[in-house]
């Protein structure tokens, strides 16, 4: 019984994202959410910051310091530093070392290659766990939105995150149609520098891009649209220039990612079996992820699917949330875990 307590608390779920990784323990709920971030220092490969302190760096740094996202579009880029992150992240959530080692369930995307599954697990072993289970994104934000995936009804979810958005209809625990593409918070961003370096000769900030979707991005009119003051580098003198900009610039310059988005939820529900399709027009489509917050995303897909779509409460932290109860729960959620590849 001993070795049991032991466990008991320090089995976690991680939500490994391109823009945020979420820590949720056992008994806590979510302890840690930070960027996912890593400052390097190029002459000693020495890690100097990580998450929130390392993503103040980005585009700050001196020569020698590299600030990276080690997740590209939803998937490890640079295997080594993510490991170093997540043992780090870890680590600082198990702080007393001689706890027995924890269970640990990471979020992946669905369109996930198996290969690039291995590395996930290869990465949570790394980092000090005694077994890593895999679970897939869109199931995670489903349990976390409190969707009844196991009941033989259909549910829908669609979660814009940072590097990825996940479409999936799931149903008796498991997805039935899904698609994952690689467009999401952080396509935005890059939408929105090319336009300011288009238009207005400005260079802009991976971080000052953010900052202006936040603030006047949209997914379809709005009716109190503002407009926002964008600080960057002049082009053509190389000197420090402010231009305005409006919300209808922004929303057109992101307007080709967002009719992806769109894109794919029109084409899993063209893929969805007729029966559920009967269900999915009366519990509609719960919306989550990061990027369900930009104004108008729901209005948008409720105009081009006819479907009643909501917001889930805690759009953020559906995924880190399911995946946390998945840990709560595992015996009675294990079958949605993915199963171990046969050797």
Same mark, same amino acid.
């Not at 805690?314 to 959620?333: I, P, Q, R």
């Given at each position: 019984?001993?070795?049991?307590?032991?466990?008991? !608390?320090?089995?976690?779920?991680?939500?490994?994202?391109?823009?945020?990784?979420?820590?949720?323990?056992?008994?806590?709920?979510?302890?840690?959410?930070?960027? @996912?971030?890593?400052?390097?220092?190029?002459?000693?490969?020495?890690?100097?910051?990580?998450?929130?302190?390392?993503?103040?760096?980005?585009?700050?740094?001196?020569?020698?310091?590299?600030?990276?996202?080690?997740?590209?579009?939803?998937?490890?880029?640079?295997? =080594?530093?993510?490991?170093?992150?997540?043992?780090?992240?870890?680590?600082?959530?198990? #702080? /007393?070392?001689?706890?027995?080692?924890? #269970?640990?369930?990471?979020?992946?995307?669905?369109?996930?290659?198996?290969?690039?599954?291995?590395?996930?697990?290869?990465?949570? *072993?790394?980092? !000090?766990?005694?077994?890593? *289970?895999?679970?897939? =994104?869109?199931?995670?934000?489903?349990?976390?939105?409190?969707?009844?995936?196991?009941?033989?009804?259909?549910?829908?979810?669609?979660?814009?995150?940072?590097?990825?958005?996940?479409?999936?209809?799931?149903?008796?625990?498991?997805?039935?149609?899904?698609? @994952?593409?690689?467009?999401?918070?952080?396509?935005?961003?890059?939408?929105?520098?090319?336009?300011?370096?288009?238009? *207005?000769?400005?260079?802009? !900030?991976?971080?000052?891009?953010?900052?202006?979707?936040?603030?006047?991005?949209?997914?379809?009119?709005?009716?109190?649209? !503002?407009?926002?003051?964008? #600080?960057?580098?002049?082009?053509?003198?190389?000197?420090?220039?402010?231009?305005?900009?409006?919300?209808? =610039? $922004?929303?057109?310059?992101?307007?080709?990612?967002?009719?992806? $988005?769109?894109?794919?939820?029109?084409?899993?529900?063209?893929?969805?079996?007729?029966?559920?399709?009967?269900?999915?027009?009366?519990?509609?489509?719960?919306?989550?992820?990061?990027?369900?917050?930009?104004?108008?995303?729901?209005?948008?897909?409720?105009?081009?699917?006819?479907?009643?779509?909501?917001?889930?409460?805690?759009?953020?932290?559906?995924?880190?949330?399911?995946?946390?109860?998945?840990?709560?729960?595992?015996?009675?959620?294990?079958?949605?875990?993915?199963?171990?590849? /046969?050797?």
């Amino acid at each position: 019984m001993g070795s049991k307590l032991a466990l008991f !608390g320090r089995d976690m779920a991680v939500d490994l994202g391109t823009a945020n990784t979420l820590v949720y323990v056992r008994g806590r709920g979510i302890v840690l959410n930070e960027p @996912s971030v890593v400052a390097l220092n190029t002459m000693t490969g020495k890690i100097v910051a990580v998450g929130v302190e390392a993503k103040r760096m980005i585009g700050r740094t001196p020569g020698n310091i590299l600030a990276v996202r080690p997740l590209k579009d939803g998937v490890i880029a640079d295997f =080594e530093v993510t490991e170093r992150m997540l043992r780090y992240f870890i680590q600082r959530v198990l #702080r /007393r070392r001689h706890f027995a080692k924890p #269970r640990i369930i990471v979020a992946v995307p669905s369109g996930i290659t198996s290969v690039e599954q291995r590395a996930v697990k290869e990465a949570g *072993y790394q980092a !000090g766990a005694r077994k890593v *289970y895999i679970v897939e =994104e869109p199931m995670a934000a489903a349990i976390g939105a409190g969707l009844p995936v196991h009941e033989p009804t259909g549910n829908m979810v669609v979660d814009i995150g940072g590097g990825t958005t996940e479409v999936a209809i799931i149903s008796m625990g498991g997805v039935v149609t899904s698609q @994952s593409i690689r467009v999401g918070g952080d396509e935005l961003d890059q939408a929105i520098i090319t336009f300011a370096k288009k238009e *207005y000769s400005l260079m802009l !900030g991976e971080r000052t891009a953010e900052e202006i979707k936040m603030a006047i991005g949209s997914a379809c009119e709005q009716q109190d649209e !503002g407009h926002a003051e964008v #600080r960057g580098r002049d082009l053509v003198s190389g000197l420090p220039k402010t231009v305005v900009v409006s919300a209808h =610039e $922004i929303r057109k310059a992101t307007e080709e990612s967002i009719n992806a $988005i769109v894109d794919a939820v029109k084409s899993t529900l063209d893929r969805c079996p007729p029966e559920l399709s009967g269900d999915l027009m009366d519990r509609g489509i719960a919306l989550t992820g990061g990027g369900a917050l930009i104004r108008g995303m729901d209005e948008r897909l409720r105009d081009e699917t006819g479907m009643p779509v909501h917001l889930v409460d805690n759009a953020l932290d559906s995924v880190a949330l399911g995946t946390g109860k998945c840990v709560e729960e595992f015996e009675a959620l294990q079958q949605v875990l993915v199963p171990e590849p /046969r050797h």
